[in-house]
């Protein structure tokens, strides 16, 4: 089922944006092979299934934003409008408004997508959670090491006696 869609392809296309994981409705009405019209005519005729946190209208300097980091190559590729996105609740919402056999399949793959990278920020929060403990435990460690030479450079060793036969300069 998720082969129709790599969830490789989803996941670069999944973007941030006011603090929510986002899709642009182009990308999406590409995955779901429909025209992009196609798509905001079905959830402006069901307007009520999506509240702002399942689907916002990006501004101006959002756009702006896309363009600067490439994710979209111009203006001119959202036909002239800005463009919508979805949050993972709205795509979800999307397979109720979009009924087709693709769609449902599309629908499970980025849903898989949304988890997969779900699982993958959760493994590194863990990871730098475990970086801060090390990095606290030798910081202890090294002190102690620091500690050590700081002394051993406070208590100069006496000079030591030199062993066997010195010849002494002569002033002449």
Same mark, same amino acid.
């Given at each position: 089922?998720?082969? *129709? ?8 296309? *999944?973007? !941030?944006?006011? =603090?929510?994981? /986002?899709?642009l409705?182009?990308?999406? $009405?590409?995955?779901y092979? /429909?025209?992009?019209?196609?798509? +905001? ?6 307007? $009520?299934?999506?509240?702002e ?6 501004g ?5 934003? !896309? ?12 036909? =002239? ?8 609740? =709205?795509?979800?919402? !999307?397979?109720?408004?979009? +009924?087709?056999?693709?769609?449902v399949?599309?629908?499970? $793959?980025?849903?898989?997508?949304? /988890? ?5 920020? $959760? ?25 050590? *030479? +700081? +002394? ?10 030199? *062993? =066997? ?8």
């Amino acid at each position: 089922m998720s082969h *129709i869609v790599p969830i490789e392809r989803v996941e670069k296309q *999944i973007l !941030l944006f006011r =603090g929510h994981k /986002v899709m642009l409705d182009s990308d999406l $009405a590409e995955l779901y092979g /429909v025209k992009p019209i196609a798509l +905001r005519q079905q959830v402006k005729r069901n307007q $009520a299934r999506f509240p702002e946190d399942f689907m916002f209208q990006l501004g101006e300097d959002e756009v702006e934003a !896309l363009v600067s980091q490439n994710v979209i190559p111009s203006r001119k590729h959202l036909g =002239g409008y800005l463009p919508y996105v979805f949050t993972q609740e =709205g795509i979800a919402m !999307l397979s109720s408004v979009l +009924r087709s056999k693709r769609a449902v399949m599309v629908n499970i $793959a980025i849903m898989r997508a949304f /988890v997969k990278l779900r699982e993958m920020l $959760a493994s590194h929060r863990d990871l730098a959670r475990r970086l801060d403990e090390l990095e606290r435990k030798y910081d202890v460690q090294f002190k102690a090491v620091f500690d050590a *030479i +700081r +002394r051993l450079m406070e208590h100069p060793e006496p000079p030591r006696r030199q *062993i =066997g036969f010195h010849a002494q300069k002569s002033h002449e």
